[in-house]
């Protein structure tokens, strides 16, 4: 991994902050050229650090109310990439993880109402080939969500 000096890590701040930030703002806030954070950019991203700027999604204000985290025990767990690439095809999952203990894939599914999760849960999840069984815990709402700038 390559080190940030404290230039990278204003640059991944402000656009962190509002990630349709001019670079020529970035470039005034911190006091370079404006070709400065066209290059740091640039770098940062052929690395792999900055992976692209992307809208953040309000997903109750477009009409999905609930939210549920849900684990995954698979039949094996060596059947893992199928069914993450099956999982892929519905829209309504929003986010999947490896996990260590009871599950072998965390989810979180998003939809509009409890009916649509029930379908999403029993009509698109548990009848993958290789799912052994689900567990879900519906989302109250977020606290907190944030990106890791050291």
Excluded at 41 to 51: D, F, K, M, S
Excluded at 54 to 60: A, D, F, T
Aim: overall charge negative; aromatic content about 6%; glycine content about 8%.
């Amino acid at each position: 991994m390559d080190v940030l000096d404290s230039i990278d890590l204003e640059i991944l701040k402000q656009l962190d902050n509002d990630g349709r930030m001019a670079y020529s703002s970035i470039a005034v806030t911190l006091g370079v050229s404006n070709t400065m954070i066209h290059q740091r950019i640039a770098r940062l991203t052929e690395q792999g650090i900055l992976v692209g700027i992307k809208p953040v999604l309000n997903e109750r204000k477009i009409g999905y109310d609930w939210a549920a985290f849900t684990g995954i025990t698979l039949e094996k767990d060596q059947d893992s990439g199928r069914v993450i690439e099956e999982l892929k095809k519905i829209p309504e999952v929003t986010e999947c993880y490896f996990i260590t203990g009871g599950y072998t894939l965390y989810l979180k599914i998003v939809a509009r109402d409890h009916e649509h999760m029930r379908k999403v849960l029993y009509e698109q999840i548990d009848i993958l080939h290789g799912v052994a069984k689900t567990n879900s815990i519906i989302e109250l709402g977020c606290a907190f969500k944030r990106n890791i700038i050291p």
